[in-house]
């Protein structure tokens, strides 16, 4: 079966743009997650989704920031007035129930520079 | 505060000998789970191994094994039998329950490179 897909692979923007990351996770998968992942650095927690519902929304830096989920499936990280520290690979993760002992499928990611 | 703890950020190992990675995490929760992902020069995060709190055996999963020590807060990977494409990234990563869900800190990773 297909995995997690994100698109598009890379994005390039400047700064003061607004982008939108797309995410599709596995099918049947309830819970998704994104995370930010700058270089040399392990994934950072941005968002996690339950169905349609954002569930934590802790690790999202500012209001710039903003996830969406409506149909409980697909997902869009939407990033307004994007800066030069927003430039990061944006990670999806979706898992079956999210439950604490489920894994966690990656995509491949999203590669984000802000010129 | 630090969650997750890799110490090493890059560790050798001669192929076909074993490598420990090494892991320690910090919580208060009674229940939590330990992960470990493998991270390719290609980018992609491929789930290795997993270990409950309440788990009471060290889990397995090929030649990956988790070293859990609860009481010293400790989840070393342990790869046996190394191959050239073990060469990667690993993260060693905490979910814990918070705020009516499960949030995962990863920490910083460690690269292991093996030697021909």
């Known amino acids: 079966g297909a995995g997690v897909s994100q698109t598009p692979s890379n994005k390039v923007t400047e700064k003061g743009k607004y982008v939108e990351l797309r995410c599709d996770p596995i099918s049947g998968h309830t819970a998704l997650y994104w995370y930010r992942q700058s270089l040399g650095q392990g994934p950072e927690f941005l968002i996690y989704?339950?169905?349609?519902?954002?569930?934590?929304d802790s690790g999202l830096p500012n209001d710039r920031f903003f996830a969406v989920r409506p149909e409980g499936s697909v997902s869009t990280l939407k990033i307004q007035r994007t800066e030069r520290g927003d430039s990061a690979v944006y990670l999806c993760?979706?898992?079956?129930?999210?439950?604490?002992?489920?894994?966690?499928?990656f995509g491949p990611g999203t590669r984000l520079t802000v010129l | 505060a630090q969650k997750i703890t890799q110490t090493q950020p890059g560790m050798f190992v001669q192929e076909k000998e074993a490598v420990t990675l090494d892991c320690t995490y910090d919580t208060s929760d009674q229940s939590y789970g330990l992960f470990w992902y493998k991270q390719p020069s290609s980018g992609e995060m491929i789930f290795l191994i997993y270990?409950?709190?309440?788990?009471?055996q060290n889990a397995t999963e090929g030649r990956y094994s988790l070293n859990f020590q609860k009481a010293r807060k400790s989840a070393n990977l342990v790869i046996s039998a190394s191959q050239l494409g073990d060469s990667a990234m690993y993260f060693c990563a905490m979910r814990e329950h918070l705020r009516g869900g499960f949030k995962t800190i990863f920490g910083a990773g460690t690269r292991l490179f093996v030697k021909a």
């Open positions: 270990q409950g709190s309440y788990d009471e």
């Open positions: 989704f339950q169905g349609t519902g954002a569930a934590d």
């Open positions: 993760a979706s898992s079956l129930k999210g439950a604490g002992e489920d894994t966690q499928y």
